[in-house]
């Protein structure tokens, strides 16, 4: 496993929050912990379906997070 904290920029409220990133050899998976889940997953009231997205920012050594599209709403929502 690969281990290393880093910045993670949120686009459309323009904050900025410092978390770890992880990369899972053997399942080739990567995960932000360290409160990804507050910070990102509830703030942003992100559902399944919901199509994110991630990029690095070389010049500020930092990923910049935005949400590009949300779920289509299902009956009984």
């Known amino acids: 496993m690969m281990r290393s904290s880093c910045s993670l920029g949120d686009l459309l409220e323009e904050a900025s929050s410092g978390l770890v990133f992880k990369r899972w050899r053997a399942s080739k998976s990567n995960v932000f912990n360290n ?41 009984g929502d």
Request: no cysteine; charged share 25%.
């Open 35 to 75: 409160g990804w889940t507050e910070l990102f997953v509830k703030r942003r009231n992100l559902v399944e379906g919901d199509e994110t997205g991630l990029y690095w920012d070389s010049d500020h050594s930092r990923f910049h997070f935005s949400v590009l599209s949300r779920a289509a709403a299902t009956a």
